[in-house]
DNA sequence: TCGTTATCAGTAATGATTACTATTATTATA
DNA sequence: TATAATAATAGTAATCATTACTGATAACGA
């Protein structure tokens, strides 16, 4: 993969950001550093940071994909009422720990990537 | 909310098929008993059905929601070659369990939805 | 049985994401 | 350093899963 002025940008301000901001989040920030910088490219590159596994990404219920530049072993709390999403840094993850953060946990979805026996052959 | 035939096909389809299928694959298998369920109808009760808690959605990377009629507590695996989706009922749910039934996991992603205390107010 | 209204079928609209194309920028190599 | 090969880009059009809309139908309490 070529360097890319723009790719770049994109990481570094994934990376020094605390939320989880959608495309258009990212296109809009990105704008005000290097004006001319397209939708197009900005869906692109982090398609590619995310399948490289420089950036993560979380799907929600708002059919929007957000994008996280912490890569670190971490979970999320999704709020069904405001759409909010908040870090869950280890150990803060048993039921004890997140009623005591204030949050009422009313489900979970734990899911696992990876190649299956079937597509290892 | 009111009976409808239509939705409890729906959710009886949901219930006896052991994948997770999406709305259009629903929709297609609905049809083979109702012919004249609309694409519309099968979205609206799966919505339902969903925020009811009565089925499970999946967001995976294909754009498309998965449906799961198994609200029992599992995780699910997902190939990231071919997007199989797999079933992963306690206990193999530890990285060795995983291994032992031959699934390479390279990530993990766990969300815990609810109420978050701003929204509790 | 009747009135209210949730639900439906069918279709149009939405909107996030991807594809396309001519141009520009990166990088390996002479 | 100049050059050729080709990723990557900006701008725009297309895709397609999902939702919204509308007039007709069906569930169900009174």
Redesign the pocket.
């Known amino acids: ?7 770049e940008l994109i990481a570094n301000m994934l990376k020094n950001r605390k939320d989880h901001p ?3 989040m990212i296109y809009a920030s990105a704008r005000e550093i ?1 004006p ?13 940071l995310s399948e490289e596994g420089t950036i993560l990404t979380l799907e929600t219920q ?4 957000h994008y996280d530049g912490d890569v670190s072993r971490h979970s999320h709390f999704l709020c069904d009422k405001c759409g909010k999403i908040i870090d869950l840094f280890q150990p803060a993850e048993t039921p004890k720990e997140l009623n005591q953060l204030g949050l009422v946990v009313s489900s979970e979805k734990c899911v696992y990537y990876g190649i299956c026996p079937d597509c290892q052959k």
């Not at 993969?1 to 790719?7: G, I, N």
């Not at 001319?36 to 398609?47: A, E, F, M, Q, W």
């Open positions: 993969m070529r360097y890319s002025r723009q790719r959608t495309a258009d290097e001319n910088i397209s939708l197009g490219t900005v869906y692109r590159n982090l398609k590619q708002d059919k929007k994909i």
